[in-house]
């Protein structure tokens, strides 16, 4: 399919799709509007309690984005001053290996929800899904999946109207710094280091092998590792923890630290933002050690919390581990999917 096909069709489901929006001007992001579009999803989250904004660097970075063409795959609505009063954007893996998957985002700024913003923006993102998701591998199962917490009843009745049903549940868990951290040694014969250029694509690969076996994988190539991990702003190579059994890597903890977000929200925190252990070296504390070391790192840093996400339904018990050792539920985020048939 050529490019001017797939915009033809994109522009023929726009048009379809328009409702009766006086004031909106819906179309593509440009790289101009990105610091207008970074307001708008502060505002957002500020108004939800929640802290999925990019960093306006990171917003940058990942504009060309490999799982969706900003010119096809994203639409802003825009007030004649030039803000942005809500967003919607697809990704989808380009090359999926068992499932096909399309990620839906939308925000709309909390001083223009309740006028179709919402509504139009799902039936968008819908429509441009299925169009994508339909030159995939014909052999493959597909969906569309999105997300929100479990503190947003309209963003849930909206979905469930559409006929998206909950899927998966996350918590968003924290644990306080104050508290004793553990004192958690590796299994004798492994080593502890910090992140090293030398060591990136070991790493790599080993969060790919960790995470195979996790519900809903999708690979990371080398080109997100560059774009979503190593060029991330708020990234800490020097916080960022990896095990070692001679030359292998057996594990890792990814840390991010966000002074931006702290400031903002009022809260001094680090991310755990990935910890994976390969299949060899999993039951035997290596997790434990990683976490501690992170806890104890972020401390010396002097920040107050640790965070991390976890999958409730994680199959290696992460949810029993990390309340272990202290941390708790702060939210809780419910995945919805909705199957789509290949016409």
Not at 51 to 67: K, N, V, Y
């Amino acid at each position: 399919m050529t490019n001017e096909m797939v915009t033809g069709q994109v522009e023929t489901a726009h048009s379809l799709l328009v409702p009766d929006l006086l004031g909106y001007t819906w179309r593509p992001p440009r790289r101009e509007d990105l610091p207008a579009l970074h307001q708008m999803m502060l505002a957002a989250d500020k108004a939800d309690d929640k802290d999925w904004a990019d960093s306006l660097e990171d917003m940058q970075t990942r504009f060309d984005d490999p799982w969706s063409n900003p010119a096809t795959d994203a639409r802003l609505a825009v007030i004649p001053d030039g803000q942005v009063a809500a967003m919607a954007r697809i990704f989808i893996n380009p090359q999926p290996e068992d499932e096909c998957r399309a990620f839906m985002w939308s925000e709309v700024h909390p001083a223009h929800r309740g006028r179709g913003l919402e509504e139009y923006a799902l039936n968008w993102m819908e429509a441009r899904s299925r169009q994508r998701l339909q030159t995939l591998p014909a052999e493959l199962p597909r969906l569309l999946r999105t997300s929100c917490l479990d503190s947003q009843p309209d963003n849930i009745a909206r979905l469930e109207q559409l006929g998206f049903r909950p899927g998966r549940y996350f918590y968003r868990m924290r644990r306080d710094l104050h508290q004793p951290i553990p004192d958690k040694p590796l299994p004798e014969g492994l080593t502890l280091r910090t992140f090293s250029l030398e060591l990136s694509r070991a790493m790599l690969d080993a969060l790919n092998e960790a995470f195979r076996d996790h519900w809903s994988f999708e690979l990371v190539t080398a080109a997100d590792w560059e774009m979503f991990f190593l060029k991330r702003s708020s990234f800490r190579p020097e916080l960022t923890f990896v095990v070692m059994d001679g030359e292998q890597v057996a594990g890792l903890s990814y840390n991010t630290v966000s002074p931006e977000d702290n400031a903002r929200r009022g809260i001094n925190e680090g991310v755990i933002a990935e910890l994976a252990v390969r299949r060899p070296w999993r039951k035997r504390g290596v997790a434990t050690a990683l976490l501690c070391q992170s806890m104890r790192a972020f401390k010396a840093e002097g920040l107050d919390y640790a965070m991390l996400g976890v999958d409730t339904e994680n199959l290696s018990g992460a949810l029993r581990l990390y309340e272990s050792i202290g941390f708790r539920p702060h939210q809780r985020i419910i995945s919805f999917d909705k199957p789509v048939t290949r016409t």
